[in-house]
Nanobody, 116 residues
Framework: QVQLVESGGGLVQPGGSLRLSCAAS????????MAWYRQAPGKQREWVAT???????NVADSVKGRFTISRDNAKNTVYLQMNSLKPEDTAVYYC??????????WGKGTLVTVSS
């Protein structure tokens, strides 16, 4: 059974930092491309960042220079380091995994609230 479990969300002041984690099980993690998405209240889910099986990364323009995605294959975990947080970063953040010919998987999300 595939599970992606996010953690690390919470309430933070503008300008603050958080690190999200996503622990994976039931998949061959090192062979799975991983990503983070987010969904703000009343808005569609949007892509935030991707890290491939070869550690190539890409992030959305809206978070470039502030967010960093990384992975630890030994721990089956992907991270999202979020710095200089803004109120518009408030959203539920979802972990996503995709392996060609095997399938795609979503976590249940973790809420990040940026507010003073």
């Amino acid at each position: 059974q595939v599970q992606l479990v996010e953690s690390g969300g919470g309430l933070v002041q503008p300008g603050g930092s958080l690190r999200l984690s996503c622990a994976a099980s039931g998949i061959v993690f090192s062979s799975t491309n991983m990503a983070w998405y987010r969904q703000a209240p009343g808005k569609q889910r949007e892509w935030v960042a991707t890290i491939t099986t070869t550690d190539s990364t890409n992030v959305a323009d809206s978070v470039k220079g502030r967010f960093t995605i990384s992975r630890d294959n030994a721990k089956n975990t992907v991270y999202l380091q979020m710095n200089s947080l803004k109120p518009e970063d408030t959203a539920v953040y979802y972990c996503y995994g995709h392996r060609l010919l095997y399938g795609a998987y979503w976590g249940k999300g973790t809420l990040v609230t940026v507010s003073s």
